[in-house]
């Protein structure tokens, strides 16, 4: 059975500072893996979306990377900023077979940061 | 983007009665569609993966009859919580994958139901 880690729960830097959040899955067999973030009260909003055949991803100031083998994944956050304050979810959708309803995404408890102005 | 719609974002009803919460996909078609519960300050749980035209898979420990599931169209599926009890007061939010995308899943903005 799949699960998702994610360390830490939760997460204080004053702004401007770079930070890493991870991702751990215990099964290597994903289709890909999605960061998303979440804002309290609110739905996702998808960061960055790594396909199982590639290392990373990019956008602006977040990278997130892939290791399949290990089972992680990192998002780093370059010069953070108070509007970075949000819960970080990190999400692997299993392995795609048009047969079955696999595809479905697998969450980890989430990583809540906050950037202290 | 793709947009996946839920309605409505926020509703509260009373113990015993039954609540729809709808989510369409904008401008896409989606043959799978996806609900998920979420308990305050608590990750995602994955309750069933809905299927056009056929009936929902359900995830374990997840009761098929109090949580109806129905995608009738390629555009929508309703999540209905039948019999409501304040223990199933919570944040509600669905998914939808669109094929012709890559099989990107686009999340809705969830819906908060509060059973008094």
């Known amino acids: 059975k799949q699960e998702v880690t994610q360390i830490p729960a939760a997460l204080s830097v004053p702004e401007g500072e770079n930070l890493v959040l991870n991702c751990s899955f215990t099964d290597s067999a994903i289709y890909n893996l999605q960061w998303f973030r979440q804002d309290p009260g609110k739905g996702l909003t998808s960061l960055l979306l790594i396909q199982s055949s590639q290392r990373e991803q990019t956008s602006g100031r977040l990278n997130a990377s892939l290791d399949k083998s290990s089972g992680r994944s990192t998002l780093y956050i370059a010069a953070s900023q108070p509007g970075d304050s949000a819960t970080y979810l990190c999400a692997v959708s299993t392995a795609w077979k048009v047969s079955s309803n696999t595809g479905k995404l697998i969450f980890g408890q989430g990583t809540t940061l906050q950037v202290k102005p | 983007g793709a947009v996946v719609s839920q309605h409505p974002s926020r509703v509260i009803c009373k113990s015993g009665t039954s609540v729809k919460i709808e989510c369409r996909s904008l401008d896409f078609q989606a043959t799978t569609m996806f609900w998920y519960r979420q308990f305050p300050k608590q990750s995602l749980m994955l309750m069933a993966t809905?299927?056009?035209?056929?009936?929902?898979?359900?995830e374990q420990g997840v009761e098929k009859d109090k949580f109806l599931i129905n995608h009738a169209s390629l555009t929508l599926s309703t999540l209905t919580v039948t019999s409501a009890h304040p223990e199933d007061s919570s944040f509600y939010i669905c998914?939808?994958?669109?094929?012709?995308?890559?099989?990107?899943?686009?999340f809705g903005e969830g819906s908060w139901l509060t059973v008094v």
């Open positions: 809905s299927n056009e035209g056929s009936k929902a898979t359900y």
């Open positions: 998914s939808a994958r669109d094929l012709f995308s890559g099989n990107t899943i686009y």
